[in-house]
Nanobody, 123 residues
Framework: VQLQASGGGLVQAGGSLRLSCAVS????????IAWFRQAPGKGREFVAV????????SYADFAKGRFTISRDNANSTVNLQMNSLKTEETAVYYC?????????????????WGQGTLVTVSS
């Protein structure tokens, strides 16, 4: 199983980035996919999750209204569009897959993790 996160980079505060997660080695439409992030010296925190059908999404409070998670089941990819980025959102962003229902904000819920992509937001 592989989750390959990409799309990170350097962006100015107020700017936008689109992250992608390419998934292989599992039956994609049987897994909910989430994004987490981990800032330097901090724990990994939940950002957003999308259901296996794509019909349901959930966001952390800080992401509501600025971030959008989407998926393409035909191509086994999940995207995270991030707008109005803030300097404090500098972090490594990870995608993760779970076949378990519920408890989506907890890292232990997830079966598989990608390697992460670094997002740096400058002032």
């Amino acid at each position: 199983v592989q989750l390959q996160a990409s799309g990170g980079g350097l962006v100015q505060a107020g700017g936008s980035l689109r992250l992608s997660c390419a998934v292989s080695g599992l039956t994609f439409n049987r897994y909910d996919i989430a994004w987490f992030r981990q800032a330097p010296g901090k724990g990994r925190e939940f950002v957003a999750v999308i259901s296996r059908s794509g019909s349901s999404t959930s966001y952390a409070d800080f992401a509501k209204g600025r971030f959008t998670i989407s998926r393409d089941n035909a191509n086994s990819t999940v995207n995270l569009q991030m707008n109005s980025l803030k300097t404090e959102e500098t972090a490594v962003y990870y995608c993760a897959a779970t076949s378990t229902y519920g408890y989506y904000t907890l890292t232990r819920t997830y079966d598989y993790w990608g390697q992460g992509t670094l997002v740096t937001v400058s002032s």
